[in-house]
């Protein structure tokens, strides 16, 4: 489950007010102050700090605090693998031992204060490591490992011997992975792989395995970061590391639980910015409790819907299962560049074309692409006569290409291939081979082995065989660096629309951070004024909080007799909308608080007896009643904010109106975003023809929607913890060139 042993964001909202009024608060990031340029107006960092890690990775001395070389003992086991990783590596390794002289001929330190040196990385093989890591400050080590269990995955108990243990860390000034670790980081790597690698980050070691065993497949791995419990080193350090790193060609993650949502963003921005994937499973897709939220927004937005749209926000590509988490990231870290060149170039068109030596699996992958979301173009007429030299007439070959069975005994094989590279809109040929076919799947196999070597464009085979002893497969393929093998055709699918969107997510990505609000806009004072701290405002204050951001609401007055209620009728303009108003109240119109369409002053004054008769009934007190502008035509949406528990405020957009969550049409963002994302939310909408005009209406001011959430954003930003919930609700967005307008307002404050 989301965040079930880890710590979560705790970000003080007072630090935007300290901002706002002059002050400079300076939080502290791994040990160093942060500079205020590195802060959002919230108070929230807007740059990594990325660990220096390469004397974790490869140290220059070790020492092994609880080292053993007594038969059946677990320590044992333990201190050989170090042994030979440290012999790997080219590490001193020091065993520390209170009772030994040596550990496996070496000599032995009583306590790491008897060192013989400053040493670079302790692994601690103790049940309770507090004790050595106050030892540890005094001796300056920079990085230590702890194994032992017992921990925030126990409990109450363990949580609070977690925290003792991070704040040791924290004032030790060293870096600490683990607790509840374990040997992942230090197993053997193949160093005989070309390529580029895959990085590996696992909380649980035993789900990294089949990422680990991709090795036998001719895939390289790099590093493997077992982050365990994250009371110090998380899962975000490893990836603003790794992106760093130029051998890595992607990181692939598995995830239990996000210790510190800015962080992760951050970290994923580094990543975005270097144009290395990640790929993440993320544990914890359903929620097994109710959230409790006035507002809709609340019940529409999730904490997996947030981490959901966050991952997708920043690039990081989330699957479900571990085989994809295998699949996509060797697919991606071998198209991300050529391994004989410095970056080179990825492909730009994201044409797949299907070659088959069968028309029925052509068809058939071509139907589950297409169903997928990959663009399957017509390959030209030129280019259909071109391979039509080499392939009979009589076969199709727009793409899918019905080769009617590649060509074993010359070249014209090798021919239709580059032909089809050859084609400006193609970018990924895909060759599924459902069965060996020797020695036809032989050939073929070689063919797209040697043709994947001198194109820059992406191939992949799709091996079905359930065998997978074949030497076409076992050698051929699985030789090659440059061709991405899968076993299955969803795999195949997935993979191949992850590097396409990732590519195109890579082309235009332009960091939020960099054009994040630093400082308070104007509105911030005013918007202050309005708050009352740990109420619901009522509809008349929530639209004033709107109107200083500069968010449009109707005409309207606030009114407390029915005389007063009937001159400001008058006023605004029949027909009118009456509402009760008061700081109590969430959803009006189900408590019959809601008059529309009333056109005459005995309407009016009728509308306010029946308002105050029945808040009186219902023991609801009210500030006064609304007699608001009537805005008719429109689309109804709903905008608003959420305070996500670990990323801190969210903003939501989606259908609207009375039947807002039963539609649950909405999509959902994570401050700061730029106009782009505000975009990007709309189309994720399964309504979104309601906003282009379906049957004779006009098209909705879509422009004025996008400004709505892009203020909204502002204001989620700058009042930060201190606006629980936001929800406008309806947002009434107007025909083209109209603009849009809050109808209807929560707001709850912290």
């Known amino acids: 489950m989301l965040g079930s042993t880890h710590g979560t964001l705790t970000t003080d909202s007072r630090r935007a007010r300290a901002i706002a009024c002059g002050e400079h608060p300076s939080p502290v990031v791994h040990g160093r102050p942060a500079a205020t340029d590195d802060l959002d107006v919230s108070g929230r960092p807007l740059y990594a700090d990325v660990p220096d890690l390469d004397r974790f990775f490869r140290p220059g001395s070790v020492a092994v605090v609880g080292a053993s070389d007594a038969e059946g003992r677990p320590n044992t086991g333990i201190t050989r693998q170090l042994l030979a990783w440290a012999e790997r590596v080219g590490a001193r390794l020091h065993p520390v031992h209170p009772t030994r002289q040596s550990v496996f001929g070496i000599p032995c330190s009583p306590s790491v204060a008897d060192l013989p040196e400053q040493v670079d990385l302790a692994v601690l093989l103790v049940s309770d490591p507090l004790p050595v890591i106050e030892q540890l400050a005094e001796t300056k080590v920079k990085f230590a490992v702890a194994f032992a269990s017992g921990f925030a995955e126990t409990g109450t108990e363990g949580a609070a011997a977690q925290e003792r243990l991070a704040a040791a860390v924290a004032r030790s000034g060293l870096?600490?992975?683990?607790?509840?670790?374990?040997?992942?980081?230090?197993?053997?790597?193949?160093?005989?792989?070309?390529?580029?690698?895959?990085?590996?980050?696992?909380?649980?070691?035993?789900?990294?395995?089949?990422?680990?065993?991709l090795q036998e497949l001719g895939i390289r791995l790099s590093h493997w970061a077992p982050t365990g419990n994250e009371a110090d080193l998380e899962t975000s350090d490893f990836i603003s590391y790794f992106a760093e790193q130029p051998e890595v060609g992607a990181i692939a993650a598995y995830v239990e639980g996000l210790k510190d949502g800015r962080s992760f963003l951050l970290a994923a921005d580094r990543a975005a910015r270097r144009g290395v994937p990640v790929v993440a499973v993320k544990v914890g897709r359903t929620e097994t409790g109710a959230r409790t939220a006035a507002s809709h927004t609340g019940k529409l937005t999730g904490a997996d819907a947030v981490v959901d749209a966050a991952m997708r926000q920043f690039g990081v590509i989330r699957v479900d299962g571990l085989d994809e988490l295998q699949d996509t990231a060797a697919l991606l870290a071998r198209a991300r560049r050529r391994p004989d060149t410095e970056g080179g170039r990825p492909p730009t068109a994201d044409g797949v074309v299907v070659y088959s030596i069968s028309g029925g699996t052509g068809a058939h992958f071509a139907d589950l692409a297409a169903e997928a979301g990959l663009h399957l173009p017509v390959l030209s007429d030129a280019r259909q006569a071109e391979l039509h030299q080499w392939i009979p007439e009589y076969l199709n070959v727009a793409n899918p290409v019905d080769n009617g069975g590649h060509p074993v005994g010359d070249w014209r094989g090798r021919k239709i291939i580059d032909a089809i590279l050859d084609d400006p809109d193609v970018g990924v040929l895909i060759c599924p081979i459902t069965g060996p076919f020797p020695p036809m799947s032989d050939k073929l196999a070689q063919d797209l082995v040697d043709a994947a070597e001198q194109t820059d464009k992406l191939v992949c085979v799709v091996w079905g065989s359930p065998v997978g002893t074949e030497p076409a497969y076992r050698e051929t393929l699985l030789g090659s660096s440059r061709v991405a093998t899968f076993r299955t055709f969803a795999n195949c699918i997935t993979a191949v629309r992850a590097h396409l969107d990732h590519q195109r997510f890579t082309t235009t990505y332009h960091s939020p951070f960099d054009e994040a609000p630093r400082s308070p806009s104007p509105s911030f004072r005013k918007a202050q004024a309005l708050m009352r701290p740990g109420q619901q405002l009522s509809e008349h204050a929530a639209k004033q909080l709107l109107r200083a951001y500069g968010i449009r609401v109707p005409r309207e007055q606030l009114v407390t007799s029915a005389a007063a209620a009937v001159r400001a009728a008058s006023l605004v303009g029949y027909p009118v909308v009456m509402k009760a108003s008061g700081a109590r109240i969430a959803h009006k119109t189900e408590l019959g608080l809601v008059k529309i369409g009333l056109t005459s002053a005995s309407q009016v004054r009728d509308a306010y007896r029946e308002l105050t008769d029945i808040a009186r009934y219902e023991g609801i007190s009210l500030d006064g009643v609304l007699v608001c502008q009537m805005v008719e035509r429109g689309v109804e949406m709903v905008v608003g904010v959420t305070h996500d528990r670990l990323f801190g405020p969210t903003v939501t957009v989606g259908l609207g109106g009375v039947l807002v969550e039963v539609l649950r049409d909405s999509a959902v963002r994570v401050p700061p975003f730029g106009e782009d994302q505000a975009r990007a939310m709309l189309t994720e909408l399964r309504g979104l023809a309601l906003l282009d005009g379906v049957r004779?209406?006009?098209?909705?001011?879509?422009?004025?929607?996008?400004?709505?959430?892009?203020?909204?954003?502002?204001?989620?930003?700058?009042?930060g913890d201190d606006l629980a919930e936001l929800d406008i609700n309806p947002l009434m967005v107007l025909p083209r060139g109209q603009g849009a307008v809050a109808l209807d307002a929560l707001a709850v404050c912290r």
């Open 696 to 719: 004779g209406a006009p098209p909705a001011d879509v422009d004025a929607l996008v400004e709505v959430v892009l203020r909204v954003q502002r204001m989620a930003l700058e009042l």
């Open 175 to 213: 870096r600490l992975l683990g607790p509840n670790t374990n040997l992942n980081a230090f197993e053997r790597f193949r160093d005989d792989l070309d390529g580029p690698a895959i990085a590996l980050i696992t909380q649980s070691g035993h789900q990294g395995r089949p990422v680990f065993a």
